[in-house]
């Protein structure tokens, strides 16, 4: 299996709020939390084949721009899924992250899950779970975090496998 992760300037390891001004771009490895993510994908024979980022703010003023950049680099790298996250209590990169997970859904044929703490994300949460996958995923710093990294890889399984996700989403996700 073929994933591409989506994270902010943060979660990227590029920065902190004060950069959120970073451009898009990507890299062909696992970049900050993706690192995690990649081990457990390892383990069932599935790698991370690019870590694509922006900044929060670029986000929201180049948003068009950014969403058709992301989706178009995803389907010329035939990735079989895409994970856009882990926002983890984020509110700014949950937003992102809500938004292109429906992008996606609506414009392209990969698949695409969405990881986010319930802590300061609620209303974005509300907005996109009866449409899109949404991951629970506890606060930065929060207890469960291996265990959360875990259900993302067999979400991220059972998506690329076109499975039936009712069982899943109703054990882990909002």
């Known amino acids: 299996m073929k994933v591409i ?19 898009y771009g990507g890299k062909k490895i696992a970049m900050g939390i993706a690192e995690n993510v990649e081990k457990l994908l390892i383990k069932n024979d599935s ?17 068009t721009e950014v969403l058709n950049k ?23 990169f949950a937003q992102m992250s809500g938004e292109i997970a429906e992008y996606f859904r609506m414009n392209s044929d990969i698949p695409i899950v969405s990881a986010m703490a319930q802590e300061k994300n609620q209303d974005v ?9 949404i ?9 469960g975090l291996a265990d959360s990294l875990e259900n993302l890889v067999v979400g ?15 054990d882990f996700c909002y």
């Open 135 to 143: 991951l629970k995923m506890p606060k930065k710093g929060g207890a």
């Open 5 to 23: 992760i989506i994270l902010d300037q943060i979660q990227a390891g590029l920065g902190g709020k004060e950069r959120a001004d970073t451009p």
């Open 70 to 92: 992301f989706t178009k680099m995803a389907e010329k790298m035939q990735a079989d899924v895409v994970i856009a996250g882990p926002t983890f209590d984020y509110p700014e």
């Open 156 to 170: 991220c399984e059972l998506l690329a496998g076109h499975a039936d996700m009712t069982k899943f989403k109703a």
């Open 47 to 63: 790698e991370i084949i690019g870590t694509f980022y922006c900044g929060t703010q670029y986000y929201q003023d180049h948003r």
């Open 125 to 133: 949460i509300d907005r996109y779970k009866d449409d899109n996958l």
